[in-house]
């Protein structure tokens, strides 16, 4: 129960950059400020001078806005608990990570002030309720008693909460509704990306192999290829292909007539695939050559980027572009508002 409401606490206050890697740390060591040149933009730097065991001691300065260690050591204690099974980061590294994050946060919170954004106590209420029934607790006795056995409030808990949706309401102003993906970029994707999105699409194909004699030289490759011109020709002229796979075939898939079943894009040399998708379904090919002999094809079926498929990837496409706008947009915003701060951190 501990580890749920850790991650209460950590979905609130690492909130500020949701959906991202951590920053990086902010660039202490880049231009450190002297208390007569503090322009906004700048990182002042102040060495550490008090006991590292003070937990409301401040280490950051945003805009006379204050950080204290102990904001900062809750959201490691946070992170490693429901990070336990992935590599351990050393305490320097991840103190640089969530110092820059908290730093992040705050700014961004200071912007929803500026913006004047407004959080209804109805709302805080909505989205409490719904974290405590994610992570199982069911009663307001059981949270506020699992919050007081980690040092905690519910009133802690709900200003961290009433953060988060300012948080999500000031960068939905800023970035997410500034956001726009057209259809001709959608359709200019779909052009540019179709092999790749087309890779995993299935098809289904049979082949028939005619394999030269060994030893026989150039005579004997000649000799298969006019036998599988030759089959290509029976064909066209309507035999049944699984009948003449099995009777010619010198390819394990002989016995089930030539069939290579299912098979998806890539899974084939790409020299026969590309041979094989050229085909309309029911078409035959001519005689390929490969390391074994020669090939007849025959594409039964295959799917493609049309209908419901076409309808999938162009959505794909669009929250692919989409995520593109919205992380680009949010780190000039981001980068934007730090140009106009000033940040003193002090370890």
């Known amino acids: 129960m501990r580890s749920v409401l850790l991650a209460i606490v950590l979905a609130v206050v690492a909130g500020g950059c949701a959906g991202t890697a951590p920053p990086p740390a902010p660039p202490a060591a880049a231009r450190p400020a002297t208390d007569d040149e503090v322009r906004p933009g700048d990182v002042r730097v102040r060495p550490m001078t008090v006991d590292d065991d003070i937990a409301d001691r401040v280490i950051a300065v945003v805009n006379n806005d204050a950080i204290t260690l102990g904001e900062l050591q809750e959201s490691i204690i946070a992170f490693r608990q429901e990070n336990r099974q992935r590599p351990a980061l050393g305490d320097e590294e991840l103190a640089r990570e969530f110092l820059a994050r908290l730093i992040d946060t705050r700014l961004q919170l200071q912007e929803a002030e500026r913006e004047k954004i407004v959080v209804e106590e109805t709302e805080v209420a909505e989205e409490l309720a719904g974290r405590v029934k994610r992570y199982g607790v069911t009663t307001q006795e059981e949270l506020e008693k699992l919050l007081k056995d980690q040092g905690l409030s519910i009133d ?15 960068i939905r102003r800023k970035v997410t509704l500034r956001i726009s993906v057209t259809d001709q970029e959608v359709a200019q994707y779909l052009e540019e990306n179709r092999a790749n999105l087309e890779t995993g699409l299935a098809y289904h194909a049979r082949h028939v192999l005619v394999v030269p004699e060994q030893g026989s030289g150039d005579a004997g490759v000649e000799a298969a290829r006019i036998k599988a011109e030759m089959l290509r020709a029976q064909l066209l002229d309507g035999a049944d292909f699984a009948e003449l796979a099995r009777a010619h075939s010198q390819d394990a898939s ?77 780190d000039a915003w981001l980068s934007d508002v730090k140009r106009r701060a000033i940040i003193e951190v002090r370890m």
Do not use: C, M, N
């Open 254 to 330: 002989a016995k089930d007539g030539g069939d290579l079943g299912t098979l998806k894009r890539g899974e084939l040399a790409q020299d026969v695939e590309t041979v094989i998708l050229a085909l309309e379904p029911g078409q035959v090919s001519r005689p390929h050559r490969s390391a074994l002999g020669w090939h007849v094809f025959r594409l039964d079926s295959k799917d493609s980027l049309d209908g419901e498929a076409l309808a999938r990837a162009k959505q794909q496409i669009r929250d692919i572009l989409f995520r593109q706008k919205y992380q680009a947009r949010l």
């Open 156 to 170: 802690a808990v709900r200003a961290r909460v009433r953060d988060s949706l300012r948080l999500s309401k000031v």
